[in-house]
C-alpha cells in the first residue's frame, strides 16, 4: 500500500512538471494564448494545487488542452522554418530563371510564413497528407 501512494506521488509531481514545461513551450510557440481562459485556468490550478490527478475527468480535461497545445504547437514557428526552405528554393529558381530580385525572397519573413502555411503544411495543406 505504501508503494502505490509513493508510486502515485511521483506520477502526480511528473505530471505537473510535464505541465509547467508544456507551459513554458506553449508560450513561446504562441500557442499558449490561443487557449480560452477556463483551459489556461485548469492547468493553472492543477500545477497550484496538490493534485492527486486521480479523476479520470480531470485527466481527460487535461489531455484534451495538451492535444489542444500540441496541434497549435505546429504554427508560427514550424511554419516559417518550412516555409523559409520553400522560400530559398523559389528564390534559387527564380533567379535562375533571370529573376535577379528574387534573392529578397530569401529572407521575406512573412512570405516565408505564407509559404509555410500554405504549401508546406503536414495537416492538411495544399501537398499535406
Not at 510535464?18 to 500545477?47: D, Q
Amino acid at each position: 500500500m505504501h508503494d502505490a501512494v509513493s508510486t502515485s506521488v511521483s506520477l502526480s509531481q511528473r505530471i505537473t512538471n510535464h505541465l509547467k514545461r508544456t507551459i513554458v513551450t506553449s508560450k513561446r510557440r504562441g500557442a499558449w494564448f490561443s487557449l480560452e481562459r477556463r483551459e489556461k485556468s485548469l492547468v493553472y490550478l492543477a500545477i497550484r494545487l496538490k493534485v492527486t490527478y486521480s479523476s479520470l475527468d480531470l485527466l481527460r480535461a487535461i489531455a484534451s488542452i495538451l492535444k489542444k497545445l500540441q496541434e497549435q504547437g505546429e504554427t508560427v514557428y514550424a511554419w516559417i522554418q518550412r516555409g523559409t526552405r520553400l522560400a530559398w528554393a523559389f528564390s534559387e529558381f527564380a533567379v535562375s530563371c533571370g529573376n535577379e530580385t528574387a534573392r529578397l525572397w530569401r529572407n521575406d519573413l512573412s512570405y516565408a510564413l505564407y509559404l509555410g502555411r500554405t504549401l508546406g503544411s503536414t495537416k492538411g495543406g495544399m501537398y499535406g497528407s
